[in-house]
């Protein structure tokens, strides 16, 4: 039992490429969320799903897409990558809403 | 919307003494609570949440947390810290619905010195 993995572990973008950052999870929980994190600001939300086939925006979505076509696998999408983008992302599960459990992250660098 | 503020940045303690994190939340019904710790490098553990009845909830690794729902607080505590506590510190909000994932605050980080 795995739980939850990331790939990769570093990431180094330049400005305007696309990249996908993969998430899976063995648990066969329906919540699915991404969260990307920056210091002093938390963990913000951006893209969650409740349910293979049903996805929702976040907090911060835009520049980032997501799609859920099994219960396993939640990539998120960096459409074109902006050096604001560079941040550390965080894919968590849970068998209901709340009780997440976390992947170890991604570290992205776009420049 | 459901919001959640952590006062405190940035906490040192010494090794041995207690400890308190404040944390608190806005929201219009009786919230789910979570407070989870994340060690430098790695993702995010749950420490313990609060979901309804007795108001102090036991978490692992010696903490524990009480819901004070006149003062909207959901501090965390532990009587005595050890080294290995030093990390950062996220309190999170649930909506009771369900519908959406939690709100995380902005952290508070520990340093535990000797």
């Known amino acids: 039992n795995a739980g939850v993995t990331q790939t990769p572990k570093f990431q180094v973008l330049k400005t305007g490429q696309s990249m996908t950052l993969q998430c899976a999870q063995d648990?066969?929980?329906?919540?699915m969320s991404w969260y990307r994190q920056d210091p002093g600001m938390g963990l913000r939300l951006i893209h969650y799903?409740?349910?293979?086939?049903?996805?929702d925006q976040g907090e911060v979505p835009n520049g980032y897409n997501v799609s859920r076509s099994t219960t396993e696998d939640f990539p998120l999408r960096l459409l074109s990558a902006a050096p604001s983008q560079t941040s550390v992302y965080f894919c968590?599960?849970?068998?209901?809403?709340?009780?997440?459990?976390f992947g170890p992250g991604t570290r992205l660098t776009v420049t | 919307a459901q919001s959640v503020t952590q006062p405190d940045i940035h906490i040192t303690v010494s090794e041995g003494a207690s400890l308190e994190l404040r944390c608190n939340y806005s929201?219009?019904?009786?919230?789910?609570l979570f407070w989870y710790v994340q060690s430098p490098g790695q993702g995010l553990q749950l420490l313990l949440k609060?979901?309804?009845?007795?108001?102090l909830v036991q978490g692992i690794k010696g903490f524990e947390a009480e819901f004070k729902r006149s003062q909207s607080s959901f501090n965390l505590r532990k009587p005595s810290v050890h080294w290995s506590d030093a990390a950062e510190y996220f309190c999170?909000?649930?909506?009771?619905?369900?519908?959406?994932?939690?709100?995380f605050g902005k952290g508070t980080r520990l340093s535990v010195i000797a």
């Open positions: 968590a599960s849970s068998g209901t809403p709340w009780e997440q459990y």
């Open positions: 648990m066969n929980h329906e919540y």
């Open positions: 799903s409740v349910g293979a086939g049903i996805t």
């Open positions: 929201y219009g019904a009786t919230p789910y």
């Open positions: 609060y979901f309804s009845g007795d108001t």
């Open positions: 999170a909000v649930g909506h009771h619905s369900g519908n959406t994932p939690l709100v």
